[in-house]
């Protein structure tokens, strides 16, 4: 009789969390270390901790399922229009875009400043591809470009340090995280890169445009800086904001303070 009774107490929970709009957990999970950030080793704690998160993310965070798939990653959109030093007016569309290898990533340093809980991460990607379909308009390095077909991007050791801004705020008794900007600078070690149809079927200005881009890798990788930080930031922004509404930050951070204590109570309005 008890067993069936806990059976479905148990069964009503788990409808419970299935049918909320919002299931967040409320249990600390095992696969993330909780630290005090007024403890000397934070940071040290704070990026093992941020590292076992990339880990799980990778096989999926249980009951997570707004997530569908981190590696690969699928990106829809991505529109730049940009003027720089080598490009003047470039536009470029990426769609049906597909990122590898955000499942490698190593993080190197988790910060979290206690003024305002923003965060500087700093992770490494041995290996990031990227391959969707684009159109171009513009010049890069000189060449003036009008075409649209298939890119594929890879980056060896890609370095990137990443900003992030939130505000706590309370669900469930628990402070959470409201990731409201995310920002990159990156740097890389290499960048193989490959677009069909630059021009039109003209196959050996193709040729010859690819091998130049592949020659001067650091001068496409900065004339295509804003594509490739923009599409890191749509990545971590929409992926960041989806685990903090899930997992309390005080899972991360157990000394937290809460929204009130950080922000001060909101006085009352004036009658
Ligand atoms: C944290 O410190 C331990 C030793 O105190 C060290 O072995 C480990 O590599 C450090 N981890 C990070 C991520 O810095
Ligand atoms: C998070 O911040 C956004 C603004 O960036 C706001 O629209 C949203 O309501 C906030 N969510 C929560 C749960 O506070
Ligand atoms: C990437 O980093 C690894 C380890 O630091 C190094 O062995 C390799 O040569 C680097 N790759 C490039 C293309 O520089």
Same mark, same amino acid.
């Given at each position: 009789?008890?067993?069936?009774?806990?059976?479905?107490?148990?069964?009503?929970?788990?409808?419970?969390?299935?049918?909320?709009?919002?299931?967040?957990?409320?249990?600390?999970?095992?696969?993330? %270390?909780?630290?005090?950030?007024?403890? @000397?080793? *934070?940071?040290?704690?704070? $990026?093992?901790? #941020?590292?076992? +998160?990339?880990? =799980?993310?990778?096989?999926?965070?249980?009951?997570?399922?707004?997530?569908?798939?981190?590696?690969?990653?699928?990106?829809?959109?991505?529109?730049?229009?940009?003027?720089?030093?080598?490009?003047?007016?470039? %536009?470029?569309?990426?769609?049906?875009? @597909?990122? *590898?290898?955000?499942?490698? $990533?190593?993080? #190197?340093?988790? +910060?979290?400043? =206690?003024?305002?809980?923003?965060?500087?991460?700093?992770?490494?990607?041995?290996?990031?591809?990227?391959?969707?379909?684009?159109?171009?308009?513009?010049?890069?390095?000189?060449?003036?470009?009008?075409?649209?077909?298939?890119?594929?991007?890879?980056?060896?050791?890609?370095?990137?340090?990443?900003?992030?801004?939130?505000?706590?705020?309370?669900?469930?008794?628990?402070?959470?995280?409201?990731?409201?900007?995310?920002?990159?600078?990156?740097?890389?070690?290499?960048?193989?890169?490959?677009?069909?149809?630059?021009?039109?079927?003209?196959?050996?200005?193709?040729?010859?445009?690819?091998?130049?881009?592949?020659?001067?890798?650091?001068?496409?990788?900065?004339?295509?800086?804003?594509?490739?930080?923009?599409?890191?930031?749509?990545?971590?922004?929409?992926?960041?904001?989806?685990?903090?509404?899930?997992?309390?930050?005080?899972?991360?951070?157990?000394?937290?303070?809460?929204?009130?204590?950080?922000?001060?109570?909101?006085?009352?309005?004036?009658?």
């Amino acid at each position: 009789m008890s067993e069936l009774i806990r059976r479905a107490v148990l069964l009503g929970l788990l409808i419970r969390f299935a049918r909320s709009d919002d299931p967040f957990l409320t249990d600390p999970p095992d696969y993330i %270390k909780e630290c005090k950030i007024a403890d @000397k080793n *934070f940071v040290n704690c704070s $990026t093992q901790s #941020i590292q076992q +998160l990339f880990d =799980k993310l990778n096989d999926g965070i249980p009951g997570l399922t707004s997530i569908k798939s981190f590696d690969p990653f699928h990106l829809n959109r991505i529109r730049i229009s940009q003027g720089n030093s080598n490009a003047i007016n470039l %536009k470029v569309e990426l769609a049906n875009i @597909k990122i *590898f290898g955000f499942g490698h $990533t190593k993080v #190197i340093e988790s +910060l979290v400043f =206690k003024k305002d809980y923003s965060w500087k991460t700093t992770f490494t990607l041995p290996v990031m591809k990227l391959q969707g379909d684009y159109s171009l308009f513009g010049r890069i390095l000189l060449i003036p470009l009008n075409g649209r077909g298939q890119v594929f991007l890879d980056a060896d050791n890609m370095t990137v340090t990443m900003h992030t801004k939130t505000r706590l705020y309370s669900k469930g008794g628990f402070t959470f995280y409201n990731v409201t900007n995310c920002r990159v600078d990156f740097k890389m070690d290499g960048l193989k890169s490959y677009f069909s149809n630059l021009f039109n079927g003209n196959k050996q200005l193709e040729d010859s445009t690819n091998k130049f881009f592949n020659d001067n890798w650091r001068m496409l990788a900065d004339a295509l800086y804003t594509v490739i930080t923009q599409t890191i930031e749509d990545i971590l922004l929409d992926v960041l904001k989806k685990i903090f509404h899930f997992i309390p930050a005080n899972y991360f951070v157990s000394d937290i303070p809460t929204p009130e204590q950080l922000y001060g109570k909101t006085k009352p309005k004036p009658k």
